[in-house]
Structure formats: C-alpha cells, structure tokens
C-alpha cells in the first residue's frame, strides 16, 4: 500500500474530478447522499489504477435516474429492481446504487431485495472488508466500519460479517476470495479460509454460469495462481473444476514422474509470460489459459505404471481434449471457446515428434493446417510445456521449436501457408470428371488436398494431370 499521504491525495483527486464532483454536486442539491464504494476506494488507496466508478446513495431508484439523466449521454436501468442505475457520465462508465439490506433465505442466491438507510449498513453486508470501504462526496470522508484499511495495509482478505454467516448468504464470495487473492496478492484469513472448507458444497445452489464467470476473471488476472491454489486448498476446486484437484497424482519410491499438478500451474505461469511478451498491451488471452491449465487432464485417466519404475500416459492429449470438452460445456463457455481449447489440447503433443528436426516439408504443412487459426496459439502452448530443470534439455527444445517457426514462417512466405487449399475447386473438379455434386467430389477433393500438403502449389496443368490419373485408377 502506498504511504498515508499518497493515499489521501489519491482518494482526493479521485473526489474531485470532473464526474465524480459533477455527480457530487447533483446529489446534494436533490438533498441525496452519495459515495464512492468498493472497488474505486480500495484501488486508489493501493495506488492502482481506476476503471468504472461504483457510487452509492439514499436516493431511491427513480430519484437517481432523475438525478443522473441531465448529465448522462446515456442511462440503463436493467438493474433497477436491485437498486442500481447504470449511465455514462463525461465519457466514463458508472453505476449508482441505493444502500442495500437484503435478506438471504439460505437456498438460492438471489436476495430478497431491501433498500437501506444508512451507507454504513450497506458496507457491512459487503464480501471482504476491503471492499466496505467508502468516501462520502462531496465531503471527502472516507468511511471503514470493518477495518478495511487495515486489512489493506496487512493484505489480509475477510468478511465484514462472521465468514460462515456471509458465505450462507452468497457462496459465490468464496470464490470471489481466490479471485480477489490472485488480483491483490492479498492471504485470506484463516477464519475465512476454514468457513470456504466447511461450507464448499453450498456452491451447488450457484448457477454453472455464475461459477464460469469467476473462473473467467481469476484466469484472466496477471497471477492466477494462487487464486488456483486457495482452490484446491480449500476443496472449493472438487466442486467447480475437479480436473485440477485430480491432477495431483500419487508418487510412489519406484514410479516416479513430474507432479503434474505443479507442471501445469508452472505451464499457465508461462503461458501468461508469453502472452505479454508476444503480445504486449492486449487483453488476456482467456483460450490459451485455459488449455494452458487443463492441457494434462487426461493424465489421470490414462497413467500406466510400467515396468522398472517407468510412468506412461498414452493418448491423455485426446482424452485430455475429451474432459475438456465436458468440464466447459458444464461450465457454460460458449462453443468456441470450449472448440478451441480441445484443439489446442489435442496438438499439444505434436512438436514433441519434431524435436529432432526431421520433419519433412510435407510435415510442417499439416501441423499448421490441423492448428488452423490456432497456431499462434499452439506455438505459446507448446513452448510453455516445457518445464524441465535440465537447461540442456530445455535449450535443445527450444531451439527446435525456434526451428519449427522458422520453417513454418519460410513456408508461409513462399505458399501463403495459412490458406492451403488444393489446386482446384470443386465446380473445376466436377468439369474435369465430368460428376454431379455427390462423395466422389470430396474424395477428389481429398485427394488434392493431400497432394497440396505433400508437394506444395502444383499449378492447374499438373493437378489436372494428377487428378485424372488418380480417377482412372479409382475406376479401373
């Protein structure tokens, strides 16, 4: 955290600029009150960078729409059943809540929703204390019933509220606490640590979708790990992800091999690292994480013990690809998404039978057609993969993979690799041997495409001549 005085100055210049002042001055001429909340407060008080703005007030719903709409270039009101009025004021995006007192009945998550009356009472139904944290504005009074500074100053994550009593009321926070963890690099107190142990199997009543999107912003985080971690530690893991749990094989005096469950966190760490140096500035790239993750879940399913103390897992990239597929089609990920990430796991193997550089030409043009739009991709994946200690080993692969790309890059410059298609179409096809639309075009055009893949561009002539040579022995 930033010294005293560095945060007064932040949380004072976060006040007092123009939207937020503008929203301030409105407010207290309607004889309403309003405060910064949560995730702005916490953020200028750890010097980190501040997005949308969550304020929040005593005006009700349709006082607030009434307050913000002569300021806004644009309001949503999809949320005011809940008491949240969304605009965007000055360019910037903000959300305006009425204090909250809701009930919970223990069974769903949804709330029994009740407006508040004081912005102190709304705090302390927060998840962690240092997101109970609130600046009164105009006034600039920051306003902590819950010791969030504190917790902030120590980087400690804990609830307002008895753990057990506000996890029953929303276990989503529980894994909001490994996101949070993995965001803020902040340990959870054990008090709150135990109460996400005791009361893991009450994330059977959140919603698959709910689940997802948790996962999706501790992924998408700089350090997912520990967040990861905390969940397996806790069991939270067996509930919304066991395949990561499941990694954790038992290693015996004479079978041994790599822990894969730290291969594949150490895997994600690398990937990530990639991710930034190759890509510097972009958004996270949530597919390539998740293979990243979930690259050796076939391991336990297909783990053989041989023998002389030899481990063996064959196939466990295409049953990996399988589970994979299952755990996010349960997970609700779209179809896209869940496609790509079996692709990757699938080829994740692939280059390994290239590390001594004698793939052919023929070769290297079906590993980038079979990782399509994927390849990029797949190249971070697979140097990721690569976690030995031996520097031998691992400069000697990748130096090979450094090879690869090369004559992948080689390839694609002189045949416009990432378009291989086969020499002719299929309406030329059809004229050439005289066919109607049925299986006998796609053979042939099968056909050609294998002779694209192994010698390269043919030309019209020759592929003409190639083809009709191959469909006189198909009919002989």
């Not at 971690?229 to 992800?241: F, K, Y």
């Not at 079979?370 to 520097?391: C, Y």
Request: no cysteine; aromatic share 6%.
């Amino acid at each position: 955290m930033q010294s005293v005085a560095d945060s007064l100055a932040r949380l004072r210049t976060l006040a007092e600029s123009e939207v937020v002042a503008r929203l301030a001055r409105a407010f207290e001429a309607a004889g309403f009150e309003l405060a910064l909340v949560g995730g702005p407060v916490r953020d200028a008080l750890l010097g980190r960078a501040v997005h949308d703005l969550d304020l929040t007030t005593d005006a009700r719903p349709d006082d607030i729409l009434k307050i913000v709409s002569p300021l806004a270039e644009a309001t949503w009101d999809v949320g005011r059943a809940f008491g949240t009025i969304a605009a965007r004021v000055g360019g910037e995006s903000v959300e305006i809540t009425t204090y909250r007192a809701d009930s919970y009945d223990g069974e769903t998550r949804k709330p029994t929703v009740e407006f508040g009356d004081s912005l102190e009472g709304d705090l302390v139904r927060r998840d962690f204390t240092v997101n109970a944290l609130a600046l009164r504005v105009p006034e600039i009074a920051l306003v902590d019933p819950s010791g969030g500074v504190d917790d902030l100053i120590s980087r400690l994550l804990r609830t307002p509220i008895e753990a057990s009593v506000s996890f029953g009321d929303d276990p989503l926070r529980m894994l909001r606490a490994a996101r949070f963890a993995a965001q803020l690099g902040f340990e959870v107190s054990s008090e709150t640590m135990d109460a996400m142990s005791g009361m893991r199997q009450s994330l059977d009543i959140v919603s698959a979708e709910r689940i997802r999107d948790e996962l999706v912003k501790l992924l998408s985080s700089d350090t997912p790990r520990p967040g990861l971690e905390l969940l397996v530690h806790t069991g939270l893991a067996d509930i919304v992800l066991p395949e990561l749990p499941a990694l954790q094989l038992e290693i015996d005096a004479e079978h041994r091999h790599k822990d894969v469950y730290e291969h594949s966190l150490t895997v994600l760490d690398q990937a990530i690292g990639y991710e930034h140096s190759r890509h510097p500035g972009t958004a996270p790239d949530l597919t390539l994480r998740l293979a990243a993750l979930l690259h050796d879940i076939g391991k336990p399913a297909t783990r053989k013990l041989e023998p002389g103390g030899a481990v063996s897992f064959y196939n466990h990239d295409l049953v990996g690809a399988r589970l994979a597929r299952k755990r996010l089609k349960a997970l609700r990920f779209d179809n896209s998404t869940i496609d790509d990430v079996a692709r990757l796991i699938e080829l994740h193997l692939r280059f390994f039978g290239y590390s001594g550089g004698e793939w052919t030409d023929s070769a290297v043009r079906r590993y980038v057609r079979d990782a399509g739009d994927q390849l990029e991709r797949l190249h971070i994946l697979t140097r990721s993969d690569v976690t030995t200690r031996n520097k031998r080993k691992a400069d000697r692969l990748a130096f090979a993979y450094d090879d690869l790309e090369a004559r992948i890059a080689q390839l694609q410059e002189q045949e416009e690799i990432d378009a291989i298609r086969p020499d002719l179409n299929g309406e030329e096809v059809m004229r050439l041997l005289g066919l109607a639309p049925g299986p006998e075009v796609g053979r042939a055009m099968k056909f050609l495409l294998e002779l694209r893949l192994d010698d390269g561009p043919l030309g019209r002539e020759e592929a003409e001549r190639r083809l009709r040579e191959w469909w006189a022995a198909q009919s002989a």
